[in-house]
């Protein structure tokens, strides 16, 4: 499977942007990027995913290399309620192999957001 | 729209004893997944359902069966457990490959 790299703590200052990095240097074609958050004493939430292009939603932006070989999930302007544990995921998108639909997490970055 | 549901929330077994940990999505999702995750660390995959009758080994499958008795539910049980056990575990399910998981709020076990 391939594997993905993160930072192990990031701070930032409340109402600051903050960029979150990634790297999944292995990648293939077909896996999808993942990024889900986890808050304190809570299972993780869904975030944001995509292919190749960059996309956006409500609660952040994920910014993709040409390459594809890393990643960065911006929040535009951080608040204390986005202190958590961020996970960059690879997801495999064959739907014929039933043996990749595994969703492996790693080790995440946690993001600790100064008043 | 409950979402993911666990079942219990927090127990405490006794080295040896067996239990089951209860899993149910009301979303028709097709692929369900136990994790475990221990103090200060990522989640570890212990099984995986992609469809209704079928199941997958994780990362971390020993000590660990699981049951996916229809689409909505995937039990996960442990025979003997064991101290190294103690964790907070996780289910989770997905429509499909790409489309956001929904996690439950954990179990929260404790193995003395």
């Known amino acids: 499977d391939a594997k993905t790299t993160q930072p192990n703590s990031m701070e930032s200052n409340e109402e600051e942007p903050v960029h979150l990095p990634c790297n999944h240097s292995?990648?293939?074609?077909?896996?999808?990027i993942h990024w889900y958050r986890q808050l304190p004493s809570q299972g993780p939430e869904y975030v944001i995913h995509?292919?190749?292009s960059n996309v956006n939603n409500r609660m952040a932006s994920l910014a993709i290399a040409e390459d594809r070989k890393s990643s960065t999930l911006i929040l535009h302007r951080a608040t204390l309620r986005d202190a958590a544990v961020y996970y960059c995921?690879?997801?495999?998108?064959?739907?014929?192999?039933?043996?990749?639909?595994?969703?492996?997490f790693g080790t995440g970055t946690r993001l600790t957001i100064i008043p | 729209n409950a979402g993911v549901t666990q079942t219990p929330k927090f127990q405490v077994l006794k080295t040896g004893q067996s239990m089951t940990l209860q899993c149910a999505q009301d979303?028709?999702?097709?692929?369900m997944y136990w994790y475990r995750q221990d103090p200060g660390m990522g989640l570890r995959l212990i099984y995986y359902?992609?469809?209704?009758?079928?199941?997958d080994k994780g990362e971390v499958p020993n000590g660990y069966n699981v049951s996916r008795l229809n689409k909505r539910e995937f039990s996960l049980r442990l025979e003997s457990a064991a101290p190294s056990q103690t964790s907070v575990y996780f289910c989770?399910?997905?429509?499909?490959?790409?489309?956001?998981?929904?996690f439950g709020q954990g179990t929260r076990l404790t193995v003395v």
């Open positions: 995921i690879l997801k495999v998108a064959v739907l014929s192999n039933f043996g990749n639909e595994k969703l492996t």
């Open positions: 292995t990648i293939s074609g077909t896996d999808y």
């Open positions: 995509g292919l190749t």
């Open positions: 979303m028709n999702h097709n692929s």
């Open positions: 359902s992609a469809s209704e009758g079928t199941t």
């Open positions: 989770a399910s997905v429509l499909s490959l790409n489309t956001e998981a929904f």
